[in-house]
C-alpha cells in the first residue's frame, strides 16, 4: 500500500455532489499528528465505445490554515460569474441550439468573424 493511501484511510466526515458524469467528494481526513484537514475529490465518469468505463480522479488538498483565504476567494470568484452571466447555463452541452444562436450572434454583430480577420486585426478588447 502506498504512503497517502495509508494517510488517507480514516475519513472522519464526508459528503458527495453528484452532478452529472461528475461525481465531488467532500472529505474531512486527519494527518498523522491527528489535525483535520479537508479534501476535495473530482471523479468524472468517461465512457469508451465498447461499453467500458473509467473513472479520472482530481484532489485538492486543502489545510486549514488555508480555509480563511480559500474561502474568501471562493466566495468571490462565484459572486463574479453569478453577477456577471447570472445563474443560467450556457454552454454546447446544456443548450441543444447554442451553436445556431452563436452563429446568429456573430454573423448579425458589426465586427468581422473570426474566420476573416488577419493576424493583425487585433484589438485592445481581444487581449
Not at 71 to 87: D, P, Q, R
Request: charged residues 40%; aromatic residues 14%; negative net charge.
Amino acid at each position: 500500500m502506498r504512503e497517502n493511501d495509508m494517510l488517507e484511510k480514516d475519513e472522519i466526515f464526508s459528503k458527495v455532489l453528484r452532478a452529472g458524469r461528475r461525481t465531488y467528494f467532500f472529505d474531512v481526513r486527519a494527518t498523522k499528528a491527528d489535525d483535520y484537514y479537508i479534501t476535495i475529490t473530482e471523479s468524472k465518469k468517461f465512457t469508451e465505445e465498447d461499453g467500458s468505463f473509467h473513472f479520472k480522479k482530481h484532489k485538492i488538498y486543502l489545510y486549514k490554515e488555508d480555509f480563511a483565504a480559500f474561502s474568501e476567494i471562493l466566495e468571490e470568484m462565484t459572486a463574479y460569474v453569478l453577477n456577471n452571466k447570472g445563474e443560467e447555463v450556457i454552454s454546447e452541452r446544456h443548450q441543444k441550439d447554442f451553436k445556431r444562436e452563436y452563429q446568429q450572434e456573430t454573423e448579425t454583430s458589426e465586427e468581422k468573424p473570426a474566420s476573416e480577420k488577419s493576424f493583425t486585426d487585433i484589438d485592445f478588447d481581444d487581449i
